[in-house]
């Protein structure tokens, strides 16, 4: 469990905060490349840690990323005339670039010194993997943006989604990195005792740190001389990286393909999640149908969906339109989509969980794992240094990975050539 003060310290995120200091040192997805499709384009409501921001995609393409009200008499940027390499306040026209810098001042006398001193707050961006990204720490110690194997293929060999959830960002991140859960919580077939994680419901985690966070192992007995084995990385600070083994028609396949989540606060009570999803090489890539058949299996598919927003339509005001008699005899929880149960269970404990009143057993190593290296992170983060997963090329050349191996072998000899990125 976690203490009530170092609960508060790692889910508030705001400036200032030890948790929020922590997080701006990392780049963080601000939105996705898609929702912001022209040059010169409108602009775009952005609220992330806390802050009320406005994106903007300029004329020469690049992505500005600033304060949501302008610098003078704090008119909300969201009504600016995005033109000429720039965002222009419609109160008065006071016009800034991507960089923050006043480029423009007509309501002023030609000249006027005021102009040089004007700046909108701005942060800097890098778009990669269909997610524009945002680091919102000290300039100085700014690091390297993301390189991680999956934003590297053709946008044919990947898809990339975002939801929101409606609780705290660890809610969900703890839940990602649970896989003891997916033996119930996902137990989409209550008929089939065959499934590889209903075979051992009690898995065996080994936790290893690395320099960008940890990756563990969890072993299932499949009660025939195998294992189900499941490597799953961690990349702090709120990351997941994940194997899968199956097609959506129920059948398994040889090959994995790579996929995760990253959890990013909107505030202290609400989060984004990138959903993002990796061929595991070139013979495997995604159509437009497959993506859409993806998405409908995690129960996100397009009309699962509020219009206009990443918003589920199954969500905590109709109890995520659980069926009771399905719930006998169908599936698990009586609820549709992996997605849903996930957000059905995380965002049912409110928004801000009380972790102190947790009981953890030995199928929560991971998470007690990820819960010290964020407290560390805190902590260096105060203490002046940079925390762990900061240098991009530690996490550059990872993956994951699901299979079968004998009870007798070791998995790093069954498997240390499957976890190396080949993109």
């Not at 200032?16 to 040059?39: C, D, H, I, N, V």
């Not at 010169?40 to 992330?48: F, I």
């Not at 109890?319 to 549709?336: A, E, H, L, P, S």
């Not at 996490?395 to 000899?413: C, H, L, Q, V």
Request: net charge neutral; charged share 25%.
């Amino acid at each position: 469990m976690l203490t009530r003060e170092d609960n508060e310290r790692l889910t508030r995120v705001g400036p200032g905060t030890p948790g929020g200091e922590m997080m701006r040192r990392y780049w963080q997805p601000a939105a996705m490349s898609s929702e912001l499709p022209e040059k010169d384009g409108a602009p775009l409501r952005v609220r992330l840690l806390c802050e009320d921001l406005i994106a903007f995609r300029d004329t020469d393409g690049k992505v500005g990323l600033v304060d949501a009200f302008c610098p003078h008499r704090r008119a909300p940027m969201f009504f600016g005339r995005n033109e000429e390499c720039g965002l222009r306040c419609v109160y008065h026209g006071w016009k800034f670039d991507k960089n923050g810098d006043c480029v423009d001042m007509p309501s002023e006398p030609a000249g006027t010194p005021l102009q040089q001193k004007v700046k909108i707050k701005s942060y800097p961006t890098h778009e990669a993997g269909g997610i524009v990204w945002t680091y919102m720490g000290p300039k100085d110690q700014m690091p390297a943006p993301p390189n991680f194997e999956w934003m590297r293929p053709p946008a044919s060999y990947r898809n990339v989604t975002k939801t929101f959830e409606d609780c705290n960002w660890m809610q969900g991140l703890e839940g990602g990195l649970d896989t003891a859960h997916s033996s119930f919580a996902h137990n989409n077939n209550l008929g089939n005792k065959d499934e590889m994680r209903l075979k051992d419901r009690s898995p065996r985690l080994d936790v290893e740190r690395t320099d960008y966070g940890y990756y563990y192992v969890s072993f299932r007995d499949q009660k025939n001389g195998n294992y189900y084995m499941r490597i799953y990385h961690y990349v702090m600070p709120a990351q997941q990286f994940r194997g899968g083994i199956h097609k959506f028609d129920g059948t398994r396949r040889e090959y994995p393909e790579l996929n995760g989540h990253i959890w990013v606060p909107i505030d202290d009570t609400t989060t984004y999640v990138y959903n993002w999803t990796c061929a595991y090489d070139e013979n495997a890539k995604f159509d437009e149908q497959n993506c859409i058949d993806r998405e409908y299996f995690y129960g996100r598919g397009p009309s699962e969906m509020i219009p206009g927003t990443f918003k589920l339509k199954a969500n905590k005001s109709n109890d995520y339109f659980i069926d009771r008699q399905m719930q006998k005899t169908k599936n698990y929880t009586g609820i549709v989509g992996i997605n849903t149960q996930d957000f059905a269970l995380q965002e049912g404990m409110g928004p801000i969980v009380d972790r102190s009143k947790e009981n953890l057993g030995t199928s929560d190593k991971a998470i007690v794992q990820m819960r010290r290296l964020l407290i560390e992170a805190v902590h260096d983060v105060a203490a002046g240094k940079m925390p762990r997963g900061t240098d991009a090329a530690a996490s550059a050349n990872i993956r994951p990975y699901d299979g079968f191996m004998k009870t007798s072998e070791d998995w790093r000899e069954a498997f240390g050539k499957e976890i190396v990125a080949k993109w």
